[in-house]
């Protein structure tokens, strides 16, 4: 039986690839969750609007501010299982010597609008807390704050998955799915 060496940057790829896996395991059931929310809002407004006649006009306002959540908290997810279907069908034409570089330079160039969005996003969430929701009377603060944390969270998604490419490590997803 063969041992096969293990070198540090493997073994760090691989802690990294463990920790990009948990939180994507967490942001898609939260996903979940909040697109569930959303369901469950839409319905309401729709029953309340035209059998309960309750009133209530919040639950178009909510159930946009959770779509937002959701679809932005989805960005990390799908960078994380590189689920760029363009991109891919591009790379998959290319040499296979080539495919590497090219998707480590897509990725910086990824790592760069997402640290830039993160900026921006915590300027913009400031500018928020000034801003006021129509119906509810929250600031906007708590809605433009996806922007920046789902900025962030993309950016640790693309950093494991450079690494996890540079030390050629299998994702763990596809491990799963492959058993």
Request: with cysteine; aromatic share 12%.
């Amino acid at each position: 039986m063969q041992t096969q060496k293990t070198t540090p940057f493997v073994s760090l790829a691989a802690a990294v690839e463990r920790f990009a896996y948990r939180l994507n395991y967490v942001l898609e059931r939260l996903c979940a969750l909040l697109v569930a929310a959303m369901i469950g809002v839409v319905w309401f407004g729709i029953v309340e609007r035209y059998a309960l006649a309750l009133g209530a006009t919040w639950t178009e306002e909510l159930a946009r501010y959770i779509m937002i959540w959701a679809a932005l908290l989805a960005v990390p997810c799908c960078a994380y299982r590189r689920e760029h279907i363009g991109l891919d069908l591009v790379f998959s034409r290319l040499p296979l010597n080539w495919q590497l570089p090219a998707r480590m330079v897509l990725d910086l160039l990824g790592l760069c609008f997402f640290l830039f969005l993160a900026y921006y996003g915590v300027t913009m969430a400031k500018s928020g807390a000034n801003q006021f929701a129509t119906i509810f009377g929250m600031t906007m603060f708590v809605p433009f704050t996806a922007v920046p944390i789902t900025a962030g969270l993309t950016v640790i998604q693309i950093g494991a998955v450079m690494i996890r490419d540079a030390a050629r490590i299998t994702p763990m997803f596809a491990r799963k799915e492959a058993a």
